[in-house]
Every structure is written in structure tokens, then in C-alpha cells.
């Protein structure tokens, strides 16, 4: 969709980064703020998630499959064989291949929300919200917002500190923390500073998994909703400029070719955040 004529290339695209919030950002960091788009959008569309995993199991048949039912056990059983292969306690995986399910279909469908013409809702909003007293700004894809992903992956952090206690136990995990990578020493104080040392590889462990984890999912998305907004530009000098024609033709084929490429990029960073999180549950597991 073409872009405001009233709005510089520029302006456009920062208007499209803009969240709309609770209160205005006043740091850097300001836990206070909340991106209201992202939450809405993204319990929307989990909820929706929710409800199609349900339908397809109330309506789960013995007999043949119908195409709805074929195409979520597929996924089922995707997800179900990557979870054994890498989470070896059969008890875990009663509930960590479920979630890993939804988490999959989930991410997938706030991915899907890329697909959607740049300018289509937040034009609906533009038009409804001034005079429903919002501010004019919305953003829809909810994994392009890293509070959104790092939320997700910060999640994924708190499920392998419980499996860490619940499988190793509060002893067997502290031991792990002190005493892995590098071992330990007889020696006392050898003992203390490999222990420490360990302890510090642990922690930038965890950190740089739950950070790389969410920042991964977030900078695909981020990437491909700007180049959305740069096609759609395309469109936008089609309506003004001399060679409108060539402006628009190209924005189709762009539009089209990386629409095509980006259903692929969607699905794929869903199961990798799916397999990222599968993995990281399997070596909450794993003793060292």
C-alpha cells in the first residue's frame, strides 16, 4: 500500500516504528512503558493459537484424516520427534512437546503478521483511533518488538532453572554451577577460584543464550518489516513521480518475490526459536 503523501521517506518509516504505549518513553530503559500493540496482538493471536490446536484435537478422528486434522498432526509429530531427540526424559516431554507446539505455532502466526500490507491497519487505525482518543501509532508484528522476543526467551530461561532443580535437584545444580566447565581442585584455594570462575562462565552462559535467543527472532523480523516498508515506498512514488510506471511495477515484483521469501523466513525462525528452546531444555537435563 502506498505510503502518506504528506510524509517524507524518513518520516514514514520512523511513523511505522513507533509503538503505541501506555506513557512516553523517558529513558533508554523504562520499564514502565508498555508497547499496548504488541501485548494486544500478540494475546490475541495466542489465544486464536490456543483455540486451533484445541479444535483439531476435539475433532481428532481414528479413521482418515481430513486436511485440517493431516496438517496439525504433521506438526505434532514433527515437534514431538524433535523434542525426543533431544529431551530424553519421557515425564519433561509431556509437557515441554506441547508447549514447544504452541510456542512454534504461536511465534508462526505473530510472524505471519509481516504478510499483511504495511499501511492496512495501521491506516484503519489511523482513521479510528484519533477519534477514540488513542495516539496514532500501531505496529502489528509483535516478534519485531525485542520486548516481545526477549520476553519469550526470558521464559524459556525460567523452564530450564526449574528443570535444572527439578531433575538435578537444588544441591546437584548448585555443584553443577561451581564445579563446571573447568572442574574443581583439591587444592582449597584452587577450589574457591575455579569455583568462581565457573560459577561467572555459568552465568554469561545463561545470559548470552536468553539474549541471543530473543535478539535471533527479533532482528529477522525487524529486517523484513523494513524492507515491507521500503517496497511499499515503492508504491507510494508510483502515485508521484514522472516514471510512475516503472515505480510501480517494480513495487509488485518486490512486493511479490519478497512476500514469497519471507513465508519461508517465518516459518523458519519459528522453529528455530522452537528448536533453540527444545535445546536449551534438553541440556537443563543433561549433568555435566
Given at each position: 500500500?502506498?505510503?502518506?503523501?504528506?510524509?517524507?521517506?524518513?518520516?514514514?518509516?520512523?511513523?511505522h516504528?513507533?509503538?503505541?504505549?501506555?506513557?512516553?518513553?523517558?529513558?533508554?530503559?523504562?520499564?514502565?512503558?508498555?508497547?499496548?500493540?504488541?501485548?494486544?496482538?500478540?494475546?490475541?493471536?495466542?489465544?486464536?493459537?490456543?483455540?486451533v490446536?484445541?479444535?483439531?484435537?476435539?475433532?481428532?478422528?481414528?479413521?482418515?484424516?481430513?486436511?485440517?486434522?493431516?496438517?496439525?498432526?504433521?506438526?505434532?509429530e514433527?515437534?514431538?520427534?524433535?523434542?525426543?531427540?533431544?529431551?530424553?526424559?519421557?515425564?519433561?516431554?509431556?509437557?515441554?512437546?506441547?508447549?514447544?507446539?504452541?510456542?512454534?505455532?504461536?511465534?508462526?502466526?505473530?510472524?505471519?503478521m509481516?504478510?499483511?500490507?504495511v499501511?492496512?491497519?495501521?491506516?484503519?487505525w489511523?482513521?479510528?483511533?484519533?477519534?477514540?482518543?488513542?495516539?496514532?501509532?500501531?505496529?502489528?508484528?509483535?516478534?519485531?518488538?525485542?520486548?516481545?522476543?526477549?520476553?519469550?526467551?526470558?521464559?524459556?530461561?525460567?523452564?530450564?532453572?526449574?528443570?535444572?532443580?527439578?531433575?538435578?535437584?537444588?544441591g546437584?545444580?548448585a555443584?553443577?554451577?561451581?564445579?563446571?566447565?573447568?572442574?574443581?581442585?583439591?587444592?582449597?584455594?584452587?577450589?574457591?577460584?575455579?569455583?568462581?570462575?565457573?560459577?561467572?562462565?555459568?552465568?554469561?552462559?545463561?545470559?548470552?543464550?536468553?539474549v541471543?535467543?530473543?535478539?535471533?527472532?527479533?532482528?529477522?523480523?525487524?529486517?523484513?518489516?523494513?524492507?515491507?516498508?521500503?517496497i511499499?515506498?515503492?508504491?507510494a512514488?508510483?502515485?508521484?513521480?514522472?516514471?510512475?510506471?516503472l515505480?510501480?511495477i517494480?513495487?509488485?515484483?518486490?512486493?511479490?518475490?519478497?512476500?514469497?521469501?519471507?513465508?519461508?523466513?517465518?516459518?523458519l525462525?519459528?522453529?528455530?526459536f522452537m528448536?533453540?528452546?527444545?535445546?536449551?531444555?534438553?541440556?537443563?537435563?543433561?549433568?555435566?
Amino acid at each position: 500500500m502506498a505510503a502518506e503523501g504528506t510524509l517524507t521517506p524518513g518520516e514514514y518509516i520512523r511513523h511505522h516504528l513507533v509503538h503505541l504505549t501506555n506513557r512516553k518513553q523517558e529513558s533508554i530503559v523504562d520499564f514502565s512503558v508498555i508497547n499496548i500493540d504488541s501485548v494486544v496482538v500478540s494475546s490475541v493471536l495466542g489465544l486464536l493459537t490456543v483455540f486451533v490446536l484445541w479444535l483439531a484435537a476435539r475433532g481428532a478422528t481414528a479413521g482418515v484424516p481430513g486436511r485440517f486434522q493431516a496438517a496439525v498432526e504433521m506438526l505434532v509429530e514433527m515437534v514431538d520427534t524433535q523434542a525426543k531427540s533431544v529431551i530424553h526424559n519421557a515425564q519433561s516431554r509431556k509437557l515441554v512437546a506441547p508447549l514447544a507446539l504452541t510456542v512454534f505455532v504461536w511465534i508462526f502466526m505473530m510472524n505471519f503478521m509481516d504478510m499483511i500490507p504495511v499501511d492496512l491497519i495501521p491506516q484503519i487505525w489511523h482513521s479510528a483511533g484519533p477519534a477514540m482518543g488513542f495516539k496514532d501509532y500501531l505496529r502489528v508484528v509483535p516478534t519485531a518488538d525485542l520486548s516481545t522476543t526477549l520476553g519469550l526467551s526470558v521464559s524459556v530461561l525460567l523452564m530450564c532453572l526449574f528443570y535444572n532443580i527439578k531433575i538435578k535437584g537444588l544441591g546437584g545444580w548448585a555443584h553443577e554451577l561451581v564445579c563446571a566447565p573447568f572442574g574443581t581442585s583439591k587444592n582449597p584455594i584452587w577450589a574457591v577460584l575455579l569455583g568462581m570462575v565457573n560459577f561467572l562462565m555459568q552465568m554469561i552462559e545463561f545470559v548470552a543464550k536468553t539474549v541471543s535467543h530473543g535478539m535471533r527472532l527479533f532482528g529477522n523480523m525487524f529486517a523484513g518489516e523494513l524492507v515491507f516498508m521500503l517496497i511499499a515506498l515503492l508504491g507510494a512514488y508510483a502515485t508521484v513521480s514522472l516514471g510512475g510506471s516503472l515505480f510501480f511495477i517494480g513495487h509488485l515484483i518486490a512486493g511479490t518475490v519478497w512476500t514469497l521469501f519471507h513465508i519461508l523466513v517465518i516459518t523458519l525462525q519459528a522453529f528455530i526459536f522452537m528448536m533453540l528452546a527444545l535445546i536449551y531444555l534438553g541440556q537443563a537435563h543433561d549433568a555435566h
